[in-house]
Every structure is written in structure tokens, then in C-alpha cells.
């Protein structure tokens, strides 16, 4: 027998029990994911120990992720209304630095790591949302297009986050590096210009491969992964790419195959990217200052539920509807990890705060799902916007 059986048999059971025991409270399965990471890892029972490998594969997860909800994007229609978040984004984005800033004032802090924990703290994450999004069967209502225009935009956001965080940490990049960026994205424009006209599409091959499962898997893996590829190339986001193959293929005629030879895919490498984050939380540190990270956690949830409902607000939506799409966003995201990883290498952050930042990251993640279920009680999904901003 294989030694690693065991463990692979241990953690599959770990994650099935505690996915049961949530759904049993109406919890997201990344909840599940992220107690499952703390359990089984080196501060549980080590049973998962190689925290390197799967942080590896949960990369790929999150990719998978990007290309599906490109897939459920409709471009014509988010660029219709692209005001929203837009300016949604770029006011967060401001106002969590604005306030970082009065915190970093009274304690003295670089204008370098003001700016980053800003960043970090702007950020929500799509997977935890697009999640509950998904289960409340909400994506097509007036908060959901609203919350994910603005995940999208944050998404997009981070290559030029990940360059700002780069130079204020003295890593600039080069004349060339910064041309390849700018090619690159004239190409991914122009490509999101082509499909903002809503011509269907087909695929290359797209006939040859129809009822031909095993193909259509390597097929849609050419299509995702190659994408991501070539804007990482570029020095673009692999998650860029994703997004955009997502969105090709959602406007090609092949679109429903592409999603079904691929999702089993997506669960399992998305599951091993939240194992990982839960693999990071480090038990002794977060008794040891557990006071200051349960504070500083209140803080993120509540200013980013504050933020986002007022922003929704002044945008034109409902009371009622902006504190549930606040409450929404409230959670700090997958990708703010890349962007604390960055500041630790290019020490804009010591160790102490980054492990405290993963672990106010990782928490608002397992907190934010009841969070978001208080504030639903409140929506009022039915009722469009009070009013819409000109196009």
C-alpha cells in the first residue's frame, strides 16, 4: 500500500465530516474547507503536512474560479452598467487606505505598509462570495450583478496593486517589463472590446469534440489555462487570463460542455486552495494575541460592510440592499494573501505582521458567512435601484 493512503483517505474523511456538519447549519462549504485545513495540518493533527504542493494546486483553483465566473458573466450587460463598480472600486480602494492611513498616523507606520494593509483590506473574496451567491440563487439579482461587478474590478485591480506594493518596497520593474504589461493589456481590451458587441461565438474544434467527454476536459484545460498563461506571460494576472477565456468561451456555442467536462476540476483544486489558507493559521499565535486579531478582525469586517453599503448607497441602490451588499463584501479576500506574501518579501511587513494578517484574512472568511445571513434578513432582492447613475 501506498504510505500516503492513510493521509489521503484521513483528510478526504476530515473535509466530507465537516462539510456534512455545516451544511447541517447552513454554512458554505468554504467554511468547511478552511476548518478542514486547520484541523488536518501541522497545528491540528498533521495529517497535511506539504503545505507547499497544495497552496500549489489551490492557485490553480482560484484560476478555475476566474474562468467559470467569466463563464456566467454576460459582457454586454456588465458593461452597460459599469459605473457601479467602477467607482464602487475605486472608492473603496481609497477609503481603505484613507483609513489605514489615521491608524498608520498614530503608530508611525511607512507610507509603504499603509498602503499595503490598505490594499489588503480592500480587497473581498470572490470565491467566498460567488459561493454564497450561488447557493441563494442570487447572481442575477439587482445586489448580485452589483457585488460581482465590483469582485471583477477588484480582481483586475491587483496587477496594478502588486506593481505599487513592488515599488514602494524598492522592487521597480523594468522599461521592457512595464511595456510587455501595457501590450499585453491593449490585448486583453481589445479582446473584452470584440466580445462587448455579444456576436456568438465557436470554438476552434468545437464541432469535432462534441460528445467526446474525455477530450472536452483537455480541450476546456487548453482553453482556461492557456489563457492564463499567456497574459502571466505577459506579466499580467494568470487569473486575468482565466477571466478572460471564461468569458470567450461563455459567448461561444460550446459554453455548456466546457462547464461540466471541468467543474469536478474546480471544486477539488478551489477546496485545496482554502485547505491551504486553513494550513496557515498558526494555533499558538492566534492564542497567544488573540484579543488584538479578534479586534482588528471587527474592524475589517465592520468598516468593509460600512464602506461598501455607503458606496452602494450613494450609487443609487436601496437602504435595504446596500447593507446586504456591504455585509457581502465585508470579508477580506483570497488574493489580499498574494498581496501580504509581497509585502513580507519586500519587507514592507515584519513576520509578526504578516501572520497577523493571515490570520484577520483567514477569519473574515470563516466569519463572514453568518455575517452575510444577518444582513439578508434585511434585503430586499425584488426591488430594483432607486435609481440608476447615466450611462
Known amino acids: 500500500m501506498d504510505?500516503?493512503?492513510?493521509?489521503?483517505?484521513?483528510?478526504?474523511?476530515?473535509?466530507?465530516?465537516?462539510?456534512?456538519?455545516?451544511?447541517?447549519?447552513?454554512?458554505?462549504?468554504?467554511?468547511?474547507?478552511?476548518?478542514?485545513?486547520?484541523?488536518?495540518?501541522?497545528?491540528?493533527?498533521?495529517?497535511?503536512?506539504?503545505?507547499?504542493?497544495?497552496?500549489?494546486?489551490?492557485?490553480?483553483?482560484?484560476?478555475?474560479?476566474?474562468?467559470?465566473?467569466?463563464?456566467?458573466?454576460?459582457?454586454?450587460e456588465?458593461?452597460?452598467?459599469?459605473?457601479?463598480?467602477?467607482?464602487?472600486?475605486?472608492?473603496?480602494?481609497?477609503?481603505?487606505?484613507?483609513?489605514?492611513?489615521?491608524?498608520?498616523?498614530?503608530?508611525?507606520?511607512?507610507?509603504?505598509?499603509?498602503?499595503?494593509?490598505?490594499?489588503?483590506?480592500?480587497?473581498?473574496?470572490?470565491?467566498?462570495?460567488?459561493?454564497?451567491?450561488?447557493?441563494?440563487a442570487e447572481i442575477d439579482h439587482p445586489v448580485g450583478r452589483d457585488v460581482i461587478g465590483i469582485l471583477l474590478m477588484q480582481d483586475l485591480a491587483i496587477v496594478p496593486m502588486l506593481i505599487a506594493i513592488g515599488m514602494l518596497g524598492g522592487v521597480s520593474p523594468g522599461g521592457g517589463t512595464v511595456a510587455l504589461q501595457l501590450l499585453g493589456g491593449v490585448v486583453v481590451v481589445g479582446v473584452l472590446a470584440f466580445l462587448a458587441k455579444g456576436s456568438e461565438l465557436s470554438l476552434p474544434l468545437g464541432k469535432w469534440l462534441k460528445g467526446d467527454t474525455e477530450l472536452q476536459v483537455f480541450a476546456g484545460g487548453f482553453v482556461c489555462f492557456g489563457f492564463a498563461l499567456l497574459t502571466g506571460l505577459v506579466g499580467l494576472s494568470a487569473a486575468l487570463g482565466a477571466f478572460v477565456a471564461g468569458i470567450v468561451v461563455g459567448a461561444a456555442k460550446e459554453g455548456e460542455w466546457v462547464h461540466e467536462s471541468l467543474f469536478p476540476f474546480h471544486v477539488l483544486l478551489l477546496a485545496l486552495f482554502f485547505v491551504s489558507v486553513g494550513m496557515l493559521i498558526r494555533l499558538e499565535f492566534l492564542w497567544n494575541?488573540?484579543?488584538?486579531?479578534?479586534?482588528?478582525?471587527?474592524?475589517?469586517?465592520?468598516?468593509?460592510?460600512?464602506?461598501?453599503?455607503?458606496?452602494?448607497?450613494?450609487?443609487?441602490?436601496?437602504?435595504?440592499?446596500?447593507?446586504?451588499?456591504?455585509?457581502?463584501?465585508s470579508q477580506i479576500g483570497e488574493f489580499s494573501f498574494v498581496l501580504a506574501a509581497v509585502g513580507k518579501q519586500t519587507d514592507l511587513i515584519e513576520d509578526f505582521g504578516y501572520q497577523v494578517t493571515i490570520a484577520v484574512i483567514a477569519l473574515s472568511m470563516l466569519v463572514s458567512p453568518a455575517w452575510i445571513a444577518i444582513a439578508g434578513r434585511f434585503r430586499d432582492l425584488g426591488t430594483q435601484p432607486t435609481k440608476e447613475l447615466p450611462a
Not at 115 to 130: D, K, Q
Open 3 to 76: 504510505p500516503i493512503m492513510p493521509y489521503l483517505v484521513g483528510s478526504v474523511a476530515g473535509i466530507l465530516l465537516l462539510g456534512l456538519v455545516l451544511r447541517a447549519l447552513k454554512q458554505p462549504h468554504v467554511v468547511a474547507y478552511l476548518l478542514a485545513g486547520i484541523a488536518l495540518g501541522p497545528d491540528g493533527i498533521g495529517l497535511m503536512t506539504d503545505q507547499v504542493t497544495i497552496a500549489r494546486f489551490g492557485e490553480v483553483g482560484v484560476i478555475l474560479l476566474l474562468f467559470f465566473v467569466g463563464m456566467e458573466i454576460s459582457l454586454p
Open 289 to 329: 494575541n488573540g484579543g488584538m486579531i479578534l479586534v482588528l478582525l471587527a474592524a475589517a469586517v465592520l468598516t468593509n460592510t460600512l464602506v461598501n453599503m455607503l458606496i452602494l448607497r450613494v450609487l443609487g441602490r436601496t437602504w435595504r440592499n446596500s447593507l446586504y451588499g456591504g455585509a457581502t463584501l
Open 78 to 136: 456588465l458593461l452597460a452598467k459599469w459605473k457601479v463598480p467602477v467607482i464602487g472600486t475605486l472608492l473603496q480602494i481609497a477609503v481603505s487606505v484613507g483609513c489605514v492611513a489615521g491608524l498608520g498616523a498614530y503608530q508611525g507606520w511607512p507610507w509603504g505598509r499603509v498602503v499595503l494593509i490598505g490594499f489588503v483590506i480592500s480587497l473581498s473574496s470572490t470565491a467566498v462570495v460567488i459561493k454564497l451567491l450561488q447557493a441563494r
